[in-house]
């Protein structure tokens, strides 16, 4: 079945560092979103993309939707210890019903 | 409360046995979702509706899985003869509007965490 990759796997970061992970997939997705999932708790939205090509930012975070639309990535700028978590890319391929997360990038941010 | 619950929070049972996992959406949102989300692992996504309607199946693990939703509100997701391996945390999502737009934001419940001894 479908699998999103995500890369890398975890992160140790200083705090104020920037970080960049990313997010491929088999398919063509048309929407890519990224949530992020703090312990214990279900995932929270950040940032959505629309269409290939398209950079969004929200704050320090901004995503991009590759032109093939087949990946994504995901920048954080100047780490905050807030920023620990989970991060998942996700989204619907072009076809079928259902909806898919990536593997996830886990974000560890050292004061 | 405005958020989507679930319950039970924790559920702890013998292999073999029946469970029903309660979800109840914010109101007014046409699309739940249920998800899997084995420990460590992403969430994987096993059923959505749009409406009462579940328009694809396929991502049930097996026929002992089953959901349904009333009223376009609340949804039991139950899974029949328990097995170890569907030991996880089972997250309820819920949007306005679903397949139509699957931009829309999915507001998840805090999840079930099941157990199976």
């Known amino acids: 079945g479908q699998q999103l990759n995500q890369s890398p796997q975890s992160m140790f970061i200083q705090e104020g560092e920037d970080v960049s992970m990313n997010c491929t997939s088999s398919s063509i997705f048309n929407t890519w979103l990224w949530y992020k999932q703090d312990p214990g708790e279900g995932p929270v939205l950040l940032i959505a993309l629309y269409k290939a090509g398209e950079l969004t930012s929200n704050g320090r975070l901004t995503a991009q939707f590759g032109i093939t639309r087949k990946d994504s990535f995901l920048n954080i700028s100047a780490s905050i210890p807030s920023d620990v978590g989970i991060y998942f890319c996700a989204g619907p391929p072009n076809t079928g019903n259902q909806f898919y997360f990536g593997t996830g990038t886990s974000l560890t941010v050292i004061p | 409360g405005a958020g989507v619950s679930q319950s039970p929070s924790n559920k702890v049972t013998e292999k073999g046995k029946d469970v029903e996992l309660r979800c109840d959406p914010i109101?007014?949102?046409?699309?739940l979702y249920w998800y899997r989300q084995r420990l460590g692992q992403g969430l994987e996504f096993l059923i959505y509706?749009?409406?009462?309607?579940?328009?694809?199946k396929s991502g049930l693990p097996s026929d002992r899985f089953s959901a349904e939703r009333t009223g376009e509100s609340v949804s039991t997701l139950t899974i029949q003869r328990t097995q170890q391996e569907d030991s996880a945390v089972y997250l309820c999502a819920s949007s306005p509007r679903g397949r139509g737009s699957w931009s829309d934001t999915q507001y998840f419940g805090p999840g079930t965490r099941l157990t199976v001894l």
């Open positions: 509706f749009q409406g009462n309607s579940a328009p694809d």
């Open positions: 109101s007014g949102h046409t699309a």
